[in-house]
């Protein structure tokens, strides 16, 4: 196995990691080693990310093609319609 050699830590970093490996009831060290394994695992993708966009992109398929308006659309509308207010227009909101 390699080693690793981490330098120049902030303090702060290094006190957080101590307390979260305490709380584990492992080393520092182990709590690193842990801590790198999880974030690296699955090709180092976050799996709560790599979940958020498999749900986005389902909810993209099944939503898709409802003509519904773009966000472009909707602010230049809004814009419009605030100013129409401001303008005192009222009568066309």
Do not use: K, Y
């Not at 749900?55 to 308006?69: P, Q, V, Y």
């Amino acid at each position: 196995m390699a080693t690793l050699t981490v330098r120049n830590l902030d303090d702060g970093i290094v006190r957080r990691l101590r307390i979260r490996a305490a709380e584990h009831g492992r080393s520092a060290e182990a709590e690193h080693r842990e801590i790198l394994r999880t974030a690296l695992a699955d090709g180092g993708q976050n799996p709560t990310r790599q979940l958020a966009a498999e749900r986005l992109e389902e909810f993209r398929r099944r939503t898709g093609g409802r003509g519904s308006a773009s966000g472009a659309d909707l602010l230049r509308d809004t814009r419009a319609q605030r100013l129409r207010s401001l303008a005192g227009d009222d009568e066309g909101a």
